[in-house]
């Protein structure tokens, strides 16, 4: 049994579908979440869904002892950033190699880095008349998004695309297939 931690800042939509989508699962298994904003509506979602939620703040993320504990605690195998708005530390990366994945809502290399989350992100796809934008999954390293990409999705934007357009097209394709990237991966480490 793979054992899965999730980490957000956010809504938690994501963490909510990959819990669902496990749930039946004999093979991996969500076991935490984590989060270092007290007033997301992921702590709300955790609650509903009984999943233990830790919280950590920027400080004690950064320095990763206790919150270290707490992930050999659950016996933490791999970590799923879905919203998780902090930068993840050294220590955490050398700890769990190549077993911290996350998602990012554009085509990296492009549109990545401190500040690119969320809106920020469909906003300047928009202000520079992309064509195509999509999702992109990839391996954790010591630079915000940087890592080794997994897998990306892209799709057309249309002339009259606007942010709540783009914005639905980016919900629906993370929904329909973070899950299963998670999965496909775990399967082929
Ligand atoms: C998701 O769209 C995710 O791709 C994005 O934050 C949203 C979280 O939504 N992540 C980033 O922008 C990372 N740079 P959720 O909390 O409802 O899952």
């Given amino acids: 049994m793979k054992k899965l931690a999730i980490f957000?800042?956010?809504?938690?939509?994501?963490?909510?579908?990959?819990?669902?989508?496990?749930?039946?699962?004999?093979?991996?298994k969500l076991v935490m979440m984590c989060t270092n904003r007290k007033d997301a509506f992921i702590v709300e979602r955790a609650k509903k869904l009984?999943?233990?939620m830790v919280f950590t703040s920027k400080t004690e993320l950064e320095n990763?002892?206790?919150?270290a504990k707490i992930l050999v605690k659950y016996q933490?195998?791999?970590?799923?950033?879905?919203?998780?708005?902090?930068k993840i530390p050294s220590k955490m990366i050398e700890q769990y190699p190549n077993k911290i994945i996350n998602i990012h809502p554009a085509l990296l290399p492009k549109y990545g880095g401190k500040g690119m989350y969320g809106e920020n992100?469909?906003?300047?796809?928009l202000e520079n008349k992309e064509t195509e934008s999509g999702i992109s999954v990839h391996f954790v390293n010591q630079n915000y998004d940087?890592?080794?990409i997994?897998?990306?999705?892209?799709?057309?934007?249309?002339?009259?695309?606007n942010l709540e357009s783009l914005t639905a097209k980016i919900h629906e394709l993370e929904q329909s297939l973070y899950p299963k990237i998670i999965e496909k991966t775990l399967f082929s480490l």
């Fill in 150 to 161: 997994i897998f990306q999705k892209s799709f057309s934007l249309s002339p009259d695309e």
């Fill in 50 to 52: 009984k999943i233990p």
């Fill in 76 to 86: 933490v195998d791999y970590i799923i950033l879905a919203g998780f708005l902090l």
């Fill in 146 to 148: 940087e890592g080794k």
């Fill in 8 to 28: 957000g800042s956010g809504a938690g939509s994501n963490a909510e579908n990959i819990c669902v989508y496990f749930n039946k699962s004999s093979d991996i």
């Fill in 121 to 125: 992100i469909y906003k300047a796809v």
């Fill in 64 to 67: 990763f002892d206790d919150l």
